[in-house]
């Protein structure tokens, strides 16, 4: 059996097996997220690292990356390359010879990056093997240096050689993203960035709350800031629908009073999540996740057989609860926003306020 055939049979039992609700599972993964290293290059202002630490400092280890290259590799169709980890994948040494694996192996790379250490010596594989590219970021010029504490016309000269290298590899179907961590500060640029991204060739924008880790962060979140991110987010929306450009918003905040509100019930939510069926996150050092959401660890690929983390008691929970009785993790999630509740106004302003108070619990004494 070639590499496209038992990937695409696996698909279709892990369809099946998603389908049936099934909480053991023949099928494997078919995407997975993947942390090549726990180095970064930079030190923002709102980074959680600086409150919790990093998770490494170390590039993947090998026995991991063996695992990871006969066990899951085969079978899937895409990697979600960092972004979850505080870490910057491409100063991994491992990076080429990962591209090269991936080649080989027929999985695509969507790649969450700072930009800041793009070079000659990897942006042509880096733009062969990749579906999407996001850049991470916090505003346009001063206020993109005040977080990243680097220079923004190096930062945005690295995306434009990027762009560059798509024109020049006729890659039409890679989709360049602004991730733009929306902020009190920052949220009055995001019309004027949907004009500039449209100008530069990026496809699209995903714009993301900033989360506050320390006190002095707590009054710059938008959820502080209602109705100046209301009313940007509608400008921004009417940018994007002019210009044609594709830009991911967060759900309006609710501005209304709190009073009176609602009893809270695990609701079963609108959009189910299949994520316990098809993906998996493993990190440099081996310790596999659910996903990027949901933080308890379901194994260590060093001391356990991937198959029987796969299929072991967290994921087999997950299988059980995840659509009808989810934990307080998922039933969380701001990934699944679309929510029976929702369209009550009054419940949207009660669950915002018990975000307001995760918020304050998390942030630094």
């Known amino acids: 059996m070639n590499i496209l055939e038992l990937k695409a049979r ?4 892990n369809i099946r097996e998603t389908q049936e609700g099934k909480t053991v599972l023949e099928s494997r993964p078919t995407r997975f997220w993947f942390n090549l290293t726990g180095q970064c290059n930079l030190q923002c202002a709102h980074c959680a690292s600086n409150v919790y630490g990093r998770v490494s400092t170390q590039d993947v280890d090998e026995r991991v990356y063996e695992v990871v290259l006969k066990e899951i590799m085969p079978y899937a169709y895409e990697c979600l390359l960092g972004g979850t980890n505080y870490g910057e994948a491409l100063l991994s040494k491992s990076l080429k010879r990962f591209f090269g694996d991936c080649k080989n192996n027929l999985v695509r790379i969507a790649l969450t990056t700072n930009g800041t250490v793009i070079n000659d010596d990897i942006i042509s594989d880096l733009v062969e093997i990749s579906n999407e590219i996001s850049f991470s970021m916090e ?14 016309e190096r930062f945005l000269n690295n995306v434009k050689r990027v762009v560059a290298a798509k024109r020049l590899y006729n890659k039409n179907n890679l989709k360049l993203k602004f991730k733009f961590t929306a902020h009190a500060d920052n949220i009055t640029q995001l019309p004027e960035l949907i004009e500039f991204s449209k100008e530069i060739g990026i496809n699209s924008i995903q714009v993301m709350l900033m989360m506050a880790y320390v006190k002095e962060q707590k009054n710059k979140t938008l959820y502080y800031n209602r109705a100046l991110a209301n009313n940007y987010f509608t400008i921004a929306q009417r940018k994007a629908e002019e210009l044609k450009i594709e830009v991911t918003l967060p759900p309006r905040f609710y501005e209304g009073s709190f009073e009176k509100s609602p009893k809270v019930t695990q609701e079963v939510r609108n959009n189910p999540c299949s994520l316990p069926w098809n993906i998996m996150s493993v990190n440099e050092l081996g310790v596999i996740k659910p996903c990027c959401v949901y933080y308890v660890a379901a194994g260590d690929l060093k001391k356990t057989p991937f198959l029987k983390i796969w299929n072991g008691k967290i994921f087999q929970k997950l299988r059980k609860t995840v659509n009808t009785k989810p934990d307080k993790i998922c039933f969380s999630c701001k990934n699944r926003e679309k929510v029976d509740f929702e369209v009550k106004s009054r419940w949207r302003g009660y669950t915002e306020k018990i975000l307001e108070r995760i918020d304050n ?5």
Request: hydrophobic content about 30%; overall charge positive; proline content about 0%.
């Open 10 to 13: 696996n698909k279709e039992l």
């Open 139 to 152: 505003g346009m010029r001063e206020e993109y240096e005040k977080i990243r504490h680097f220079k923004w």
């Open 361 to 365: 619990m998390r942030l630094k004494k």
